[in-house]
């Protein structure tokens, strides 16, 4: 009787030391919330970035830190933008990353996140320095957009120059152009555009433009744009100057489908090194491109957010007017293409 009550006396024991454990192991664990919101839900380069992203969250996991990141989008529209921020405030988020839809206009995120006191990582949309500048608790995590324009400019010069009058095709000492811009008023779109004609210049390229068009972003905007231009202008254009690759690809498949060949089809190049753009490259379709680096970006905004989090020093970054985490831009051509398939 009394061996049995001591035994049973031990295990009740047991049962509340194993509890106790637990219990304490829990309360060790934290969990970071991310909330990343996109611009939209259908953007290639922006999906790419968030997926790389996702994985070296989920790498960053250990027994005492559990990582959830929730992806919602602003469908395009800043109001609709700001409720989702609203929304996930209320649902409890710890850093917030923000691609945002008008970059100009983030007071209400700004607002939202102070008044939590939740950082702010803000990506490839740039907002103006003014807003940044609010509070101290907000990031920019992106890279030089007039530097990606400077290399698209260079790249189409160089080929140019390689031979001259060949790309010249009608002979008149001057490359007849078309401009395929993303967004009006993206930071991108203004600085790819101005820098990748001004460069060409520099390097001694007369130009004559033909057509600048808004598409967007989007191959099958800019597919419809080139057809447009090709109905009217036949193939006497002689350079396309894409503001990424997307819109390069809808050109080259404007090409395809009105039958042109490739010997008779304008130089094209496009801006982000996605997938499809590399093997566009390898295939002869796509003369250039430059690499967006959207591995380097996700890890500083997943780096910078848990560092936020944990309230480390960011002492070993390289953030620019306690602000800028920025990324370089390179050049992809037929050359080393293959060094940016993996
Ligand atoms: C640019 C990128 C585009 C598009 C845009 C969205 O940096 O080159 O393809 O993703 O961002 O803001
Ligand atoms: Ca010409």
Redesign the pocket.
């Known amino acids: 009787m009394k061996k049995k009550a001591i035994a049973l006396l031990l295990i009740l024991i047991m049962i509340i030391q194993t509890s106790g454990c637990e219990k304490a192991e829990s309360e060790k664990t934290k969990t970071l919330r991310v909330g990343v919101v996109l611009?939209a839900s259908d953007?290639?380069?922006?999906n790419a970035l968030t997926s790389i992203m996702k994985e070296l969250f989920q790498r960053r996991e250990s027994e005492d830190l559990k990582i959830v990141m929730s992806v919602k989008n602003g469908a395009n529209d800043q109001r609709a933008e700001n409720d989702v921020v609203d929304e996930m405030m209320d649902a409890g988020c710890d850093i917030l990353v923000v691609?945002l839809v008008d970059r100009t206009a983030p007071s209400k995120i700004i607002n939202l996140a102070r008044e939590n006191n939740v950082p702010v990582i803000f990506f490839?949309?740039e907002p103006v320095k003014e807003d940044l500048m609010q509070w101290d608790k907000m990031y920019y995590v992106g890279?030089d957009s007039a530097q990606?324009g400077e290399i698209q400019g260079k790249l189409a010069a160089d080929m140019i120059k390689q031979d001259f009058s060949k790309y010249d095709k009608n002979g008149d000492g001057k490359i007849q152009y078309v401009m395929l811009e993303?967004?009006a008023g993206?930071q991108?779109a203004i600085l790819r555009t101005d820098y990748s004609v001004e460069t060409l210049k520099a390097e001694g390229i007369k130009l004559e433009k033909i057509s600048y068009q808004f598409a967007d972003?989007s191959r099958a905007q800019a597919e419809n744009k080139m057809q447009q231009i090709i109905s009217k202008y036949g193939d006497t254009v002689e350079l396309v100057l894409a503001?990424?690759?997307?819109m390069a690809l809808g050109a080259i498949e404007a090409y395809e489908k009105a039958d042109i060949s490739l010997d008779r089809r304008p130089l094209i190049y496009g801006?982000?090194g996605l997938d499809d753009a590399l093997s566009a490259i390898k295939k002869g379709t796509l003369q250039g491109t430059v690499y967006?680096d959207k591995e380097e970006q996700a890890r500083n905004i997943v780096n910078l957010a848990i560092d936020l989090y944990k309230g480390n020093s960011l002492s070993s970054y390289n953030i620019q007017d306690g602000k800028y985490l920025m990324s370089e831009y390179q050049r992809v051509d037929i050359s080393n293409v293959d060094d940016f398939i993996n």
Do not use: M, T
């Open positions: 611009y953007d290639k380069f922006i691609n490839n949309r890279c990606s993303g967004e993206h991108d972003w503001n990424n690759d997307e801006i982000d967006n």
